[in-house]
């Protein structure tokens, strides 16, 4: 390690870089994940630290036409350089010899397919915040990229992990209902991509892949609404989704034949430390917690539910 960047982290009070540490850079510096991340990765005194890993590099990006990236690009490339010693980088390219895994956080899914086309470059392993893209056509040009640079890669809400999925889980449940905020962001063609990606990830963590179609009945306006999407599954199972607009919380209940669980309410329905705990040990092992094959299937499920919106309701087939 460079001598005057140890005695940065030493005035911030941070344990310097270990040779041992696994070297992370950031792409995206626009969502409150960022902070939260690095604060568990790089402060040794958080009780939710995870040694062994540190956030050493960040490209900042950011979308100027979506208010909640440009109000807090700035903001949060400020605090993870100024509190934990992250280094701000020119480019995405300006990562490489700096780190050994990459986290890519736009908050703007349509910058993920450029964002990841640069960084799979790298030859990292690389986690791509939900969604993992705004497109069914651009999330599966990231799954070829990687697949022809040998980089591994997966993406996943923090949802899927966490205390409520776990809570609702019986094993021989025939349906799933699950209900979350699906607040909408203009510029993302695939409306669910932007919150709802969150309960339809959920759903798929409870009822696995295997959907064939999808109905979506789509009621309110996209400012203050619900709409609940219904998918088949190819075995007869059914899972539903509701999205509520403006906002709402999360809810989750399995249905069985001897036994009908609601997830619980008392716990908190997403960790980031449980997932970035997915996450690193992914890094290390370059095996993903969710198969990529899920993970464009839930994409494809979004892309279904809003060709039946544009449909009036009628079922679609998942492409």
């Known amino acids: 390690m460079r001598p005057k960047l140890t005695v940065f982290l030493l005035i911030l009070g941070l344990a310097p870089l270990r040779a041992a540490d ?3 850079g950031i792409i995206g510096t626009d969502t409150s994940h960022v902070t939260a991340f690095t604060r568990v990765l790089n402060d040794p005194g958080n009780p939710d630290h ?3 890993f540190r956030v050493v590099a960040a490209y900042k990006g950011g979308s100027m036409d979506i208010p909640s990236s440009r ?3 700035e903001e949060y490339a400020t605090e993870i350089h100024d509190k934990w010693g992250v ?3 020119p480019s995405i390219a300006a990562m490489a010899g700096r780190v050994d895994a990459i986290l890519l956080e736009s908050v703007d899914g349509r910058t993920h397919l450029d964002q990841a086309r ?3 470059a790298l030859h990292k392993p690389l986690f791509i915040d939900k969604p993992l893209a705004s497109t069914l056509a651009d999330a599966r040009e990231i799954a070829k990229l990687a697949a022809a640079a040998k980089a591994p890669w997966f993406s996943a809400s923090s949802l899927r992990f966490g205390d409520l999925v776990a809570s609702a889980r019986i094993p021989d449940a025939t349906g799933i209902t699950v209900w979350g ?3 909408v962001e203009e510029h993302h063609a695939l409306d669910l991509s932007w919150y709802g990606v969150h309960p339809v990830e959920m759903l798929y963590a409870l009822m696995g892949p295997g959907c064939e179609s999808v109905t979506r009945t789509a009621g309110g306006t996209d400012a203050a609404g619900t ?3 219904t998918g088949r599954w190819k075995d007869g199972r059914v899972g539903s989704v509701r999205v509520i607009r403006p906002n709402s919380g999360y809810g989750a209940v399995s249905f069985g034949a001897k036994e009908i669980r609601q997830g619980r309410t008392d716990v908190a329905p997403f960790s980031y430390v449980l997932l970035l705990k997915q996450i690193v040990k992914f890094f290390e092992t370059g095996v993903p917690p969710v198969a990529n094959s899920e993970t464009l299937e839930t994409i494809s499920f979004m892309d279904a539910a809003q060709r039946s919106k544009q449909s009036g309701g009628q079922p679609q087939t998942l492409r």
Request: aromatic share 0%; glycine share 10%.
């Open 22 to 24: 696994l070297r992370i």
């Open 50 to 52: 995870i040694p062994g």
């Open 71 to 73: 109000s807090r690009v």
């Open 87 to 89: 280094e701000i980088v």
């Open 118 to 120: 640069q960084a799979l």
């Open 181 to 183: 905020p699906g607040p």
């Open 227 to 229: 709409d609940v999407i």
